[in-house]
């Protein structure tokens, strides 16, 4: 495993490679790596010849009230876990070359990024769209994986990706669970026992809903009310939005389509805020 954190000898590792007909691909991540990113990294190494894993905790998708201060960071642990997997690269940047003094581009999205989590979350995707397409132009990727459980950021960089000509193919890996069933993710290392318990609701509320269309319940606004209402009977979970919407532009259905619907959720677990989401 080679660790790269200039931006230069990223671009250059990678164009040596490209060089010699190897395909790149790229697992960008904000580090506090858990099985859902080493799934990402199998699947990665499927599709590529080289694994290069980023590891950029990026400030401009977190509003001043968000938690980027206390984002969870564990540098040599994931350092440990990308050597233990036989990532090739990983490139972990410094926040002043990636958003240098003069930084006054960004790149924004007028539609996906407005909806669901883009709703309280107003410049978040403009951060992710800016992070991932500097990521791209010095990773060089022929393919980019990402997971499912951020299923509205998977669908605005496929977008990214098309409307402004990448030529990379998106890679979405599953949503990996527990064996309880709660999403991975690195915000889960600051739940307690006890708020743990409770974020649990949240894939049971959805697997509620599931079962509904599995009697033959496709109305929209039943399903989401079945997910408000098991959410509720949490004093601690408050709902942010429950919406079923198309999993190609994430806007909102009426009915179910199986296997084209997706049920997301956001919620605030006292100050955390977690999301989840499974294809009906
Ligand atoms: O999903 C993440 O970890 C981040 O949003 C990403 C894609 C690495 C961009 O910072």
């Known amino acids: 495993m080679r660790l790269i954190k200039s931006v230069e000898e990223m671009q250059q590792a990678s164009l040596e490679c490209r060089m010699m007909g190897r395909k790149i691909a790229c697992v960008p991540t904000m580090g506090a790596l858990h099985e859902g990113h080493l799934s990402l990294f199998e699947q990665a190494k499927e599709s590529a010849d080289v694994v290069v894993v980023s590891i950029f905790v990026n400030p401009t998708q977190f509003a001043p009230n968000e938690d980027f201060h206390s984002y969870p960071r564990d540098l040599d642990r994931d350092l440990g876990i990308c050597q233990e997997k036989a990532v090739d ?36 995707f403009r951060g992710v769209s800016t992070i991932c397409t500097k990521l791209f132009n010095i990773i060089l990727p022929d393919f980019v994986v990402v997971g499912m459980k951020d299923a509205q950021q998977a669908v605005l960089l496929n977008r990214l990706i098309r409307n402004l000509h ?42 509620s809903a599931q079962q509904l269309t599995e009697k033959g319940i496709i109305n929209s606004d039943r399903l989401i009310a079945e997910v408000t209402n098991h959410l509720g009977q949490s004093l601690r979970l408050r709902v942010i939005y429950v919406k079923a919407v198309n999993l190609d532009d994430m806007k909102d259905v009426r009915e179910v389509t199986s296997g084209q619907t997706l049920l997301a959720v956001a919620v605030w677990m006292d100050q955390l805020r977690l999301i989840d989401n499974i294809v009906l």
């Open 89 to 124: 690269f990983v490139f972990l940047p410094e926040a002043d070359d990636m958003y240098p003094p003069d930084h006054s581009f960004f790149v924004g999205e007028e539609e996906i990024s407005k909806i669901l989590c883009g709703v309280s979350r107003p410049n978040h």
């Open 166 to 207: 990448f030529p990379i193919e998106l890679i979405v890996g599953p949503t990996v669970r527990d064996d309880d069933g709660l999403a991975l993710s690195s915000r889960n290392m600051g739940l307690s026992e006890s708020q743990r318990k409770e974020a649990l609701k949240i894939y049971q509320a959805l697997c």
